[in-house]
């Protein structure tokens, strides 16, 4: 049976600026077990990114503030524990793929110098080993002329590079967790699969990863369990099989309708969701779905739906859940 690695419950993380207080992460709670792959997905804005920085309080405070939850990380509570712990745990245990690459490595100091600090900040090792290490995990992660590389500063490589790049960082501590920020948002398709192939083939039995992606076609090659999200809470979670088979949310429902499918036909119009994604700042009362619903009822604008079991392994958030096909 497998065990738990990470359980978050009730994480509630909220922005307050001179002009405004919005909420954008309500009530976020999930599991994620031993070898598990979780897809995280959602349109943008929903949520998605401020629920992953949270998890390891990199949230910049001011303006934004995890008002309460509890992280659970191998038993440990990561909002309670003190901040050194949080960074010793960082880059070790749990790794952190980013949207933009660019953005998340140094643009003062050269790719070999970048690798060899983070060997040395978790693990007791001479320089020489660290950066002979290092060139053997970018030759891994399938970088030409690694040794070249390893002096280069990261704007001299393209995007795909430097994608790759940041895998092998936060794969070479050997990590419990990875979390996968949109790792593949600034490339193009055919550079993206590749990084999907390489995330896959460096992934060992016990490494877990947390998926955030909007893509449904990237959750259907990668991911074990899915957690749909819908203005700030978690609307739906199921195995693959049971989001992909039997979609119990509305919205899930009209993300699956609208992804292109080869046998739609020259000509057809492709399915669209109506409306837009409610601003935080501006949540609707009763369930923040109702006016991009095509099943709405009264009940849906005075209350919330909590997440129901449809099955053992399913849940979803709505009060005709699974009855409305």
């Keep these: 049976m497998a065990q738990t690695l990470l359980s978050v419950s009730n994480l509630k993380v909220s922005f307050k600026t001179d002009d405004a207080y919005f909420i954008a992460v309500d009530n976020v709670s999930f599991d994620i077990q031993h070898g598990e792959v979780v897809g995280l997905v959602g349109e ?4 998605k990114s401020v629920s992953a920085l949270s998890l390891l309080r990199l949230i910049p405070s001011p303006p934004g503030n995890i008002e309460k939850g509890n992280v659970l990380f191998k038993g440990n509570d990561l909002m309670t524990a003190g901040i050194e712990t949080v960074r010793k745990i960082r880059g070790k245990e749990i790794s952190m793929i980013f949207q933009e690459p660019l953005s998340a490595l140094s643009p003062l100091q050269r790719i070999g110098q970048q690798m060899v ?26 970088i030409p002329d690694a040794a070249e590389k390893m002096h ?6 393209s995007g795909g590079m430097q994608q790759r790049i940041m ?7 050997n990590p419990d967790l990875i979390i996968a920020d949109e790792p593949t948002t600034a490339l193009d ?4 699969s590749q990084v999907f192939q390489l995330i896959r083939e460096m992934k060992t039995e016990h ?7 909007h893509d449904m076609g990237v959750v259907w090659e990668m991911c074990d369990r899915v957690l749909v999200m819908y203005a700030s809470r978690i609307v739906e979670e199921g195995r693959m099989e049971d989001i992909f088979s039997a979609p119990s949310h509305p919205y899930t429902y009209s993300l699956l309708k609208s992804i292109p499918r080869l046998s739609d036909g020259k000509g057809n119009r492709l399915a669209v969701i109506p409306g837009s994604v409610p601003s935080p700042e501006n949540y609707p009362s009763g ?9 709405a009822f009264k009940k849906c604008r005075t209350e919330m739906p909590e997440l129901v079991s449809v099955s ?9 859940a699974g009855k409305f096909q």
């Design 167 to 173: 895998i092998a960082m936060a794969l070479m501590m």
């Design 312 to 320: 053992d392994s399913h849940r979803a958030a709505c009060f005709i």
């Design 207 to 213: 490494t877990s990863i947390l998926l955030i992606t």
């Design 152 to 157: 280069a500063y990261p704007y001299q490589l």
């Design 44 to 47: 943008s804005g929903c949520g």
């Design 117 to 142: 600090e983070t060997i040395q900040i978790h693990q007791d090792m001479p320089k020489s080993r660290a950066r002979q290490m290092s060139l053997e995990w970018l030759g891994r992660v399938k």
């Design 287 to 295: 369930c923040r779905f109702r006016d991009r619903c095509s099943f």
């Design 189 to 192: 398709v055919t550079i993206q």
